[in-house]
């Protein structure tokens, strides 16, 4: 969820600097028509500003207001099931093991 959020900042503030600072850059030492440049930064501003509304409403941060989905909580009701089985698996396995392990002891002996 953090590394979406700082992409989300990060392309924002690359659009909403970057392209400005471009347009700045090329209308003084290129002699890029400055209307041109006013509007193209312009519009840089507002895609910025859209690419961070919709970041935050569609993106990850609007989900950490929301609890899991009903799917969601199934799937992970799932997920432990599976895991207290293989676990119970497991211990029976570790019980096979130590009775396996005393039987070569006394067969040592």
């Known amino acids: 969820m953090v590394k979406s959020a700082t992409l989300i900042a990060l392309s924002a503030i690359?659009?909403?600097?970057?392209?400005?600072?471009?347009?700045?850059?090329?209308?003084?030492?290129?002699g890029f028509n400055f209307i041109m440049a006013g509007i193209l930064?312009?519009?840089a501003l507002l895609t910025a500003g859209a690419i961070t509304v919709v970041g935050i409403v569609l993106g990850p941060l609007a989900q950490s207001f929301e609890g899991p989905s009903i799917s969601e909580r199934e799937k992970l009701g799932a997920m432990r099931a599976h895991q207290r089985a293989t676990l119970e698996e497991?211990?029976?396995i570790i019980?096979?093991?130590?009775?396996?392990r005393d039987a070569l002891k006394a067969a040592e002996e």
């Not at 600097?17 to 347009?23: D, E, H, I, K, S």
């Not at 019980?95 to 396996?100: G, M, P, R, S, T």
């Open 95 to 100: 019980d096979v093991l130590k009775e396996i």
């Open 14 to 30: 690359a659009v909403g600097f970057g392209v400005p600072a471009v347009c700045v850059y090329s209308t003084i030492y290129y």
């Open 41 to 43: 930064a312009a519009i």
């Open 90 to 92: 497991l211990d029976d």
